[in-house]
């Protein structure tokens, strides 16, 4: 005799307070479709549909697709980005820390206080010019 078995269909829900968030990090610009895919755990079909119906910016006739080559490409872009930055960053520190060296020598052996020095009084000036 066979049991009657049903499958049983595992479908999550999801709030629309939760869908408007997901299609609004699309719309700004902090994540792609895939990056929110792997990050919700939801399919990018999914998504789509989401923007679909909840974008500000869906106009009929129009159609949002996003290629992964050019999410991939974005992402390599702004690493390089981050790294030309951190290198520039880099050397501007070397070079602070250079110039600091140099002021410490200029004090230590030929007695030259680069630094501003809050205990010299004020110049006088020039005194007063006559207008003709």
Excluded at 54 to 71: P, W
Aim: aromatic fraction near 8%; proline fraction near 1%.
């Amino acid at each position: 005799m066979k049991a009657n078995v049903r499958s049983i269909r595992k479908q999550r829900q999801y709030s629309e307070e939760f869908k408007k968030r997901i299609v609004g990090d699309f719309e700004s610009g902090k994540y792609s479709v895939c990056q929110l895919e792997k990050l919700h755990g939801v399919r990018n079909g999914t998504i789509y549909s989401w923007i679909h119906k909840f974008s500000t910016f869906n106009e009929q006739g129009f159609r949002i697709v996003e290629m992964k080559d050019s999410s991939n490409k974005k992402m390599k872009e702004l690493e390089a980005r981050v790294k030309e930055l951190e290198s520039t960053v880099g050397r501007k520190q070397i070079m602070i820390d250079y110039l600091e060296k140099m002021m410490e020598i200029a004090k230590d052996e030929l007695d030259i206080d680069i630094k501003k020095n809050f205990g010299t009084p004020q110049s006088t000036g020039s005194g007063k010019t006559n207008k003709k």
